[in-house]
């Protein structure tokens, strides 16, 4: 079952959050997964809508998205996130046939 990466965050370093993005690109389709989005404009529907960037990533399933997260590929992508950024990032299981 497809399974979704989200990250909602706040960009404190737009250089290095550049730097991160190309990093990460590489480091997600290695490990089978693709961008659905990558932080274009977002309205509100209802309530405010998320500060920052949102990005979604989908993965073939849960082994798949964790083993990109812990691995060593993405491993110096990841600390480059974390400097330039602050937010959430979590996995999220998809609906069956999806």
């Keep these: 079952m497809a399974v979704y990466v989200i ?4 960009v404190a370093d737009a ?8 990093a990460a690109a590489g480091s997600v389709e290695a490990a089978g997964g693709r961008y ?8 509100a529907l209802d309530g405010g809508a998320p500060p920052g960037r949102t990005v979604v990533i989908e993965f073939p399933d849960q082994a798949s998205a964790l083993a990109w997260y812990n691995g060593h590929v ?22 069956q046939g999806s």
């Design 15 to 22: 250089e290095r959050y550049e730097q991160y993005k190309a």
């Design 36 to 43: 659905l989005v990558r932080g274009g404009p977002a309205e």
């Design 7 to 10: 990250f909602q965050g706040e």
């Design 74 to 95: 993405y491993a110096s992508a990841r600390q480059l996130r974390l400097e330039a950024a602050q937010g959430r990032m979590y996995v999220v299981e998809g609906v």
